[in-house]
Structures are given as structure tokens and as C-alpha cells.
């Protein structure tokens, strides 16, 4: 094992070879790196056994948006499509709440559909209400997407990324996210995010 010595914020080093030959230290530093490589294998694990194809709805919000120029909704499709997922269906409806609540409901009862990726309607506007129609129906929230999501955003798009109500949850054994209407915004969640942890995201759902 490599022992080195590592500078800290302040000024002060850590000297993990006198570290080591300290035991209590030493058994400190080993449950560490146990605990680290048993975090690694199990995610290693879960994503072994993840399914390699996963149904998903695609379903964009917009009072503008028509199939000629939802660039947002078929980013969504293309992406899923060429990491070999399966899209169910599309759709596209108008930014009010009663109508995205429905189309959810639909496609939450829908048992060919595993996972409804939305994109529209997380801004602060007044006509933004996609957040709340779609979180009233969570049973838990993955609140980490929303988190990782503002924090990636942050590289590209700077503070006005705090603007932004990106978020995702589960209903039952099915997972919900819900995606800004900037086709860009769409395309960095999904390959940054979504896609990445897909079949993982559904492997625990299906536990």
C-alpha cells in the first residue's frame, strides 16, 4: 500500500504513514476503504443486473409546442432509442395541470410503460405548473436528480440554473422525471443523468 501525505485546506498534512503505524487510526482508514469498496461493488451489482432495455413515455408540455417543433420531446425519444431503450408513446399537452395530472395517471396505469420522462413547465412562471401536478402524485422523491441536475446546469448555464424545478420521483414500481422545456436542458439531464442510470433506476423499483 502507498502511503502519502496530503495538504489540507488551513495550511496543516496528514501523514497517513504515521497514521498507519497508529492502530486505532489504522483500523479507522481500513473500515474507510472497506466501506468505499463495498459501496462500489454494490452499485456494481444493482447495474449487473439491471435490464439493458427500459419502456419509456415521453411527454411534453407546452401551450406552443406542436409535433412539427417539439425539439425537446424528441430528444427525449432519440436519446432513449439509442442507448437501446424503448419509447411507448409520446404526447404533448397544454401547460395546465388538470390535463398533465390525467396523462400521467394514464400512463402510470399503463403496465407496458416502466418510466415517464416530461419535459416543459419547471420555470417560475406563472404558467409553469408541470412541477406541481406531477409531484402531487409522487409516493417518494428522488430528490438527488434535482440536486445533480441544477448543479451540471450550473457549468453551462451559470446562477440562473437556481430557476429551474427540474425533479423526478416514483409511483409505485415506476419512476417519473420531469425535464425542462430547453431542448438543451433536456439533452444534458438525459445524457448526463437519465440515461446513464435508467435500467439501474427501474432494477430497484422492480426489488
Not at 503505524?21 to 463495498?38: K, T, V
Not at 440536486?147 to 451559470?158: A, C, D, K, Q, T
Amino acid at each position: 500500500m502507498t502511503i502519502s501525505r496530503r495538504s489540507w485546506p488551513g495550511g496543516s498534512a496528514f501523514d497517513f504513514a504515521q497514521a498507519w503505524e497508529d492502530p486505532p487510526l489504522r483500523r479507522a482508514l481500513s473500515i474507510g476503504r472497506w466501506a468505499f469498496h463495498n459501496s462500489v461493488v454494490s452499485s456494481l451489482e444493482h447495474k449487473s443486473q439491471a435490464p439493458l432495455s427500459v419502456a419509456c413515455f415521453a411527454l411534453t408540455v407546452s401551450d406552443t409546442r406542436t409535433d412539427a417543433n417539439d425539439t425537446g420531446g424528441r430528444t427525449i425519444r432519440e436519446l432513449l432509442e439509442a442507448a437501446g431503450h424503448s419509447v411507448t408513446g409520446h404526447a404533448i399537452v397544454k401547460d395546465d395541470p388538470s390535463q398533465v395530472t390525467a396523462i400521467v395517471r394514464e400512463r402510470l396505469a399503463d403496465a407496458a410503460t416502466q418510466v415517464i420522462i416530461t419535459t416543459g413547465g419547471t420555470g417560475i412562471s406563472a404558467r409553469d405548473t408541470t412541477f406541481e401536478a406531477v409531484t402531487s402524485l409522487f409516493e417518494k422523491r428522488l430528490d438527488g436528480f434535482g440536486e445533480l441536475f441544477r448543479m451540471i446546469s450550473f457549468n453551462e448555464i451559470g446562477s440562473a440554473a437556481m430557476m429551474s424545478r427540474a425533479t423526478a420521483g416514483t409511483v409505485g414500481r415506476k419512476a417519473i422525471f420531469v425535464l425542462p422545456g430547453s431542448p438543451a436542458a433536456v439533452r444534458l439531464a438525459m445524457q448526463k443523468l437519465i440515461v446513464p442510470e435508467l435500467g439501474h433506476v427501474v432494477q430497484q423499483l422492480s426489488k
